[in-house]
Every structure is written in structure tokens, then in C-alpha cells.
């Protein structure tokens, strides 16, 4: 018996400010899982994660979300309602899309005094929670409850502050 999912990632690099290593993609790997088992989904997901460039981004926010500046992520959810299409040939669920502005990620991790392993796990818990329906912006309730989640995800990992 299956306990908890595993998340298959689809990545692909658009950018050269970061090096995308191996490592980087395990973590980013381990971040969706850990989502995963926080969230008690017990079915394979599918997600794939796009690192772009501060410019790429600026496009993607001003079409998709009418934001005439870059961002550090964007989250496309597939899924709505708790309700997700199946990929028929893994039986995964495809819960969205994760962009992950690398520069940007990269400023911030400057900014705020960590590590950019630390910010991209951030941004990937912070997207992976919206892929599961999470929002911020529609309360502040709703901010501090997502923004306590990805801290306590975050710490179950070992990615703390």
C-alpha cells in the first residue's frame, strides 16, 4: 500500500544567471515532496518547474497577471476544486506549473541574508502551495496560514530562516 505521493518534476532552464547543478533539482524535488506529504496527497503528481530571467518573467506577470514588473514566481495550477486531470500513462496527477525567475531568486537571496538554495526552495514551496489552491491575496487570514505552512514545510527539511 502506497503511502504518500512522490512528485514526478518536468524542468527546463530558459536562463543563464544560475546554474541549474543537480543538486539544485533534487532540491527542488525534495521541496514538492515535502509539500506533498504535508499535504497528505496520497497520488504521484506531476509538475513541471521553469527557470527563466528577470525580463522572461516581466512578460509572463504582465500578460498573465496585468503586473508590469518582474516577480520571483508564477504558479499555473491545473487542477481546480481539489480536482486534477490524471496523465493516463503514469496515473499522476498534473497539478501546474512553476516559473522561477533564477535572477530574481538570486536578489532576494542577497536581500533577505540567506542562501539562494534557501530562496528557491522558498519560492518552490510558496508555488507548489498555490498549485494545491492556496492563496495569499485573499485575506489576510489566508496570507498568514500559507505563510506559516511554508515555513513549517520548509523547516521539515531543514531549510530554516
Do not use: W
Not at 11 to 18: A, G, Y
Not at 37 to 66: G, M, P
Amino acid at each position: 500500500m502506497k503511502i504518500m505521493g512522490k512528485a514526478n518534476v518536468l524542468f527546463s532552464n530558459s536562463q543563464n544567471s544560475v546554474k541549474i547543478t543537480p543538486a539544485l533539482r533534487s532540491l527542488v524535488i525534495k521541496c514538492c515532496d515535502a509539500v506533498l506529504e504535508h499535504e497528505k496527497i496520497s497520488d504521484d503528481a506531476q509538475i513541471s518547474v521553469t527557470f527563466v530571467d528577470n525580463v522572461q518573467i516581466h512578460e509572463l506577470n504582465r500578460e498573465y497577471r496585468n503586473v508590469d514588473r518582474p516577480t520571483d514566481v508564477l504558479s499555473f495550477p491545473l487542477g481546480e476544486n481539489g480536482e486534477y486531470d490524471i496523465d493516463n500513462s503514469s496515473g499522476a496527477i498534473l497539478l501546474g506549473d512553476i516559473v522561477i525567475s533564477a535572477e530574481k531568486a538570486l536578489e532576494q537571496a542577497e536581500e533577505y541574508g540567506h542562501s539562494p538554495e534557501r530562496e528557491i526552495a522558498f519560492l518552490t514551496v510558496h508555488s507548489m502551495l498555490h498549485l494545491l489552491g492556496y492563496d495569499h491575496e485573499t485575506s489576510k487570514k489566508d496570507e498568514e496560514q500559507m505563510f506559516a505552512l511554508q515555513e513549517k514545510i520548509l523547516e521539515s527539511i531543514g531549510m530554516t530562516r
